[in-house]
């Protein structure tokens, strides 16, 4: 049976991704979670989401790679049940000072951002507008705002994309489609476990560490009808920070 509505949430294995993977299922749709090497982790993910009642699959391929992408989206988007959301969430950091940074570290960062959003936006967008809607969620991060030492990086892409998704939600709007971004402070995944906690909780108003859940939620409404006037803002989840 094909569903009637559909998700994408690239890089939806785990942390944040797998949050909004599972209040994206919670609203209805059926969940496609996207993973590059943690096939269990999207395991676990699918099997959450069908334990609390909803329906989701699982698809492996690198969103920097643009024939697998083209591959998967071709595939993805040939499915009777239109691709309603997408949510870039794919991203990687590899922090260190920028003069000591190696350009592969510089190069591989970029490209899971940037190139990703490039491969799986694109064709996305060709599907939704046609039947003129649907909503692109991007995540980015406190980091493409206001920068932040050691990961020159990390706030590079996130910017970059803060850029480039505003500059579609402009090309697009008046299709009906939305693009949006949210942009994430400290939050507890497995991307904080060698940040130094105590120090940067004393810099956020609210003291203390965000949950993947209140991203979540703010990347569902974005993607629901509640929000069908807004697009290309950049709405941060940080605690107050600025």
Same mark, same amino acid.
């Given at each position: 049976?094909?569903? /009637?509505?559909?998700?994408? +949430? ?10 909004? @993977? ?40 690198? %969103?920097?790679?643009? &024939?697998?992408?083209?591959?998967? $989206? ?7 049940? *239109? ?39 694109? *064709?996305?967008?060709? @599907? $939704? ?6 909503? +692109? ?8 705002? $206001? ?19 505003? /500059? +579609? ?7 009906? !489609?939305? %693009?949006?971004?949210?942009? *994430? ?10 940040? *130094? ?13 965000? &949950?993947?859940?209140?991203?979540? &939620? ?15 803002? %950049? !709405? ?7």
């Amino acid at each position: 049976m094909v569903e /009637s509505k559909r998700a994408l +949430v690239t890089g939806g294995s785990r942390g944040i991704g797998r949050a909004i @993977a599972l209040e994206l299922a919670g609203a209805g749709y059926h969940v496609i979670v996207n993973y590059l090497s943690g096939k269990e982790a999207a395991e676990e993910t699918l099997a959450a989401i069908r334990e609390s009642g909803g329906s989701g699959e699982i698809i492996g391929f690198d %969103v920097t790679d643009s &024939k697998a992408a083209e591959t998967a $989206m071709e595939t993805l988007l040939f499915e009777d049940a *239109p691709l309603e959301i997408l949510v870039n969430n794919a991203g990687i950091a590899a922090d260190g000072l920028f003069i000591m940074m190696p350009e592969s570290d510089w190069d591989k960062v970029v490209a899971t951002t940037l190139k990703g959003f490039y491969n799986v936006t694109k *064709p996305a967008l060709k @599907a $939704m507008v046609p039947r003129k809607r649907g909503a +692109v969620v991007s995540i980015a991060s406190v980091a493409g705002i $206001m920068g932040n030492r050691g990961q020159a990086n990390y706030a590079a892409a996130k910017a970059g994309l803060i850029g480039a998704s505003r /500059s +579609v939600a402009s090309e697009v709007a008046r299709l009906g !489609i939305r %693009v949006n971004v949210v942009a *994430p402070g400290l939050i507890e995944t497995g991307m904080i476990e060698k940040a *130094p906690v105590q120090q940067i909780k004393s810099m956020i108003p609210m003291n203390r560490i965000g &949950k993947p859940e209140e991203v979540a &939620k703010t990347v569902r409404f974005l993607c629901s009808d509640d929000a069908s006037y807004i697009t290309g803002q %950049v !709405i941060s989840v940080n605690g107050g920070m600025f």
